[in-house]
């Protein structure tokens, strides 16, 4: 029994161990003890001398009453306080937030006069390398492949005109799937992915999603929403060289009924069926 004992403890030492040494994941409070409020400069010093990795998570506590947690798509919402087009809102007074991806994140609170006072966060996740890769995704979550468009059709990615993407995407329907040929001279421009609509209508690209710039580029829309592309050249944009499209839902596949199947005669009964249409008709007394 001792023994038996011995070893259960062991083993519950160890695996805590390895718990202990295989969660790297790193909990911040944002603003330490001032948490989420009003101060000029606090969480741009705050966040200077962290690094955040992907499985991280920031706390924000505050008072829910006054006060909110915005997170928005780019640099130029953040800059401006911009709060139209959020990608998450938390409103809990004690939001826990996980950084599920590397990138750029944004937030600020939807009060304009005390974002601007200084209340607002920026932060770049990096994926940590001491832990592993992800795996890819399983078989059923794969996508499809789509249709291919080519941006322009004939005239490619080279309209200088402010309507003419415009109408090119609105004629169109784009599902998760789908890919957008860009083809350009790559000595003169290139394409910019962008994530949200301010930067689209000011032509900004200091914040891009995903840049391309080999004058045949393939882009997979993988998820659904507005996406939108411009050139990063100067005047090019302004000129009407961007584009905005909205994807949809990949479609669901149709269910088809289910009719018998038919009966598949095994090779024996094959032949006793070819024998028996050689026996002779009993005669009618």
């Known amino acids: 029994m001792a023994t038996a004992r011995s070893i259960f403890c062991f083993l519950f030492v160890m695996i805590t161990v390895l718990l202990g040494c295989c969660s790297a994941s790193t909990i911040y409070k944002v603003g330490d003890s001032d948490g989420w409020t009003t101060k000029d400069d606090v969480y741009y010093d705050w966040a200077e001398l962290k690094e ?10 505050y ?23 959020p990608k998450a809102v938390y409103n809990t007074g004690n939001d826990v937030v996980t950084l599920t991806e590397p990138g750029f994140y944004y937030f600020i609170t939807s009060n ?22 992800p795996p890819p995704p399983p078989q059923s979550k794969i996508l499809p492949f789509g ?20 109408k090119w995407s609105e004629e169109k329907e784009f599902n998760v799937g789908d ?12 394409v910019f992915e962008i994530s949200g609509d301010l930067e689209f209508i000011s032509c900004d690209p200091t914040s891009p ?19 939108y592309f411009i050139s990063s050249e100067p005047g090019h944009c302004a000129a009407g060289l961007k584009l905005r499209v909205v994807v949809r839902p990949q479609p669901k596949a149709a269910t088809l009924p289910n009719f018998p199947k038919k009966m598949d005669l095994s090779a024996m009964d094959r032949l ?10 009993q005669p009618h007394h």
């Open 112 to 133: 304009q006069a005390q974002c601007a006072s200084g209340q607002r966060l920026d932060i770049l996740v990096v994926h940590d390398p001491s832990l592993p890769v």
């Open 52 to 61: 955040f990795h992907v499985g991280d998570s920031l706390v924000f506590e």
């Open 209 to 227: 999603v995903a840049v391309h710039k080999t004058g045949h580029d393939l882009v997979r829309l993988t998820e659904p929403g507005v996406h």
């Open 179 to 190: 890919v957008l040929l860009f083809e350009y001279d790559k000595e003169v421009n290139d």
């Open 147 to 166: 249709k291919t468009y080519k941006v322009g059709d004939s005239e490619g990615w080279t309209v200088y005109n402010t309507d003419f993407y415009s």
């Open 272 to 281: 006793n069926n070819w024998l028996q249409s050689f026996k002779p008709h």
């Open 63 to 85: 008072d829910r009453n006054v006060n909110d947690v915005t997170r928005v798509s780019g640099a130029l919402e953040y800059e401006f306080c911009d709060s139209s087009y």
